[in-house]
């Protein structure tokens, strides 16, 4: 036997149907206080400071962006020459074996 009930109300009739409290007045008063805060500290922050907070802790500064970013291209490159050198590589060995076939139909 199966049994379905709909019930249609809303998420704040729900939740004192179930007895949960009501946290929007402490959620409004967080967010004011968040919100606050966040322009304080965007009136006190300079743009490289800002930078700073939000770059992983690892980096420092842009130099180290850098780094990282010619690292990567190195690597893209070498990989690439790596990548260009094997298919010359192939190519060779398959001209090479054409090359063996016509001569042993010869």
């Known amino acids: 036997m199966k049994v379905t009930f709909d019930v249609e109300c809303t998420p704040d009739e729900a939740r004192r149907f179930l007895g949960l409290p009501d946290?929007?007045?402490?959620?409004?008063?967080?967010?004011?206080e968040l919100e606050k805060q966040m322009r304080d500290n965007m009136r006190s922050l300079d743009p490289e400071t800002m930078l700073k907070t939000w770059l992983?802790?690892?980096?420092?500064?842009?130099?180290?962006?850098?780094?990282?970013?010619?690292?990567?291209?190195?690597?893209?490159?070498?990989?690439?020459?790596?990548?260009?050198?094997s298919q010359a590589t192939r190519d060779a060995a398959d001209k090479a074996e054409k090359s063996a076939d016509k001569d042993k139909k010869k």
């Open 23 to 32: 946290v929007a007045p402490m959620q409004e008063a967080l967010m004011k």
């Open 56 to 85: 992983p802790a690892t980096m420092q500064g842009w130099g180290e962006v850098q780094k990282m970013f010619w690292n990567q291209m190195s690597t893209m490159g070498t990989s690439t020459a790596n990548a260009a050198q």
